[in-house]
């Protein structure tokens, strides 16, 4: 099913359609083919999938996509920058879903959403959304994972899944509609990342960042960090202060936010 298959209300960009399937092993799979078979011309196509058979997240994490539950969604970006600058494109997708994702909540719930490090979104420390970015030699694919209901169990974890239908009393969510809302506010960050750079991006990104003063523990590839959140820096690393009082740059790892008996270290 394609943009012109959906109903009027459903409305793109110029140049961004979506590609919808019942059921693919993901939608970033499908979105990773068409880069490849498009030879980096395929910007602007987007994937949204019913069901996931294989859905994944952030470091091969699986990503429960129940037929219904969520939005399954994967956009093509073929930047014409180098590709030194495309980790920016994270912030970019985490700041567009959440501003999307505004529109549907009820007002009574919007000051209680934030942005963690380096992309998901959040309900009072509750997971509402994640973004994934997989890059090739073409381009980009942002896959975004979005839980409209049902939100799944996951056992032990620092930051529990919440679903959209939590947060939105009047009405079900439409997930087409919420695909075009989504891929809207992507084509006007990516179009701002573009011309003005991640800078700008950057600056609206942390006032929606609600991690300050927070005892954070990150596990990277190489070791597990604990501290306190101080800031963001300018290329997207995170900046915390460890107990000896030192800073210390983090470019990439999982984030678990520390509280009570943890967060003192007994």
Partial sequence: MTLAEMPTTHTLPDGWYIDYRPSATSSNDLALAALRENCGKAEGKCFQVGEQ???R???GKQWVSKSGDGLYLSIILCP???RDTWSGLSFMASLAVYKALLTFIEDAHILRCSLKWPNDILYDNRKLAGILL???AEGVVVGCGINLANAPVLGQTNFPPVALDELVTSQSVDSKALACAVIRRIAELYATWQISGMQVILKEWRSYCDMEGESLRIETVKDVITGTYVDIG???ELIVRKADGGLVQIHAGDVEVL????????
């Fill in 259 to 266: 509280r009570g008996s943890d967060a003192s270290g007994n």
């Fill in 234 to 236: 300018s290329s997207g």
């Fill in 134 to 136: 997989e890059a090739s």
């Fill in 53 to 55: 058979t294989k859905g």
């Fill in 57 to 59: 997240g952030r470091r």
């Fill in 80 to 82: 014409e920058t180098s």
